[in-house]
């Protein structure tokens, strides 16, 4: 079992930065890999970007490449993700999530446990 808090999200002005965190209780963090996902306003809930168990393998959805950037301190047992050249269109509500294996996942059916989500609003 894992459950999963995300911290961090706000409203900021289009342009500026917000580093989102995920932290991490329950079973061995280091031995499953996490992802972000993000829901807008009256849309399906998307893939943001995912990292494996060990940090060294990471995906991004191309709407978020080059300005969002996934890491995690295992020690700390946490997730984090930069964003940064914030978009309106990137205002929602951001999830992470865990799956009980080491690699990494774009696919959300892949990952079993969510956190309750971390509004981020981007103002234009």
């Known amino acids: 079992q894992v459950q999963l808090v995300e911290s961090g999200g706000g409203l900021v002005q289009a342009g500026g930065s917000l580093r989102l965190s995920c932290a991490a209780s329950g079973r061995t963090f280091s031995n499953v890999a996490m992802g972000w996902f993000r829901q807008a306003p009256g849309k399906e809930r998307e893939f943001v970007a995912a990292?494996?168990?060990?940090?060294?393998?990471?995906l991004y959805a191309d709407s978020v490449k080059g300005r969002f950037t996934i890491s995690r301190d295992n020690a700390k047992h946490t997730m984090y993700l930069q964003m940064n050249s914030l978009k309106p269109e990137d205002t929602a509500v951001y999830y992470c999530?865990?799956?009980?294996?080491?690699?990494?996942?774009?696919?959300?059916?892949?990952?079993?446990?969510w956190g309750q989500g971390t509004q981020v609003s981007v103002s234009s």
């Open positions: 999530a865990a799956r009980e294996t080491m690699s990494a996942r774009i696919s959300q059916i892949a990952y079993k446990y």
């Open positions: 990292i494996s168990w060990s940090g060294e393998s990471t």
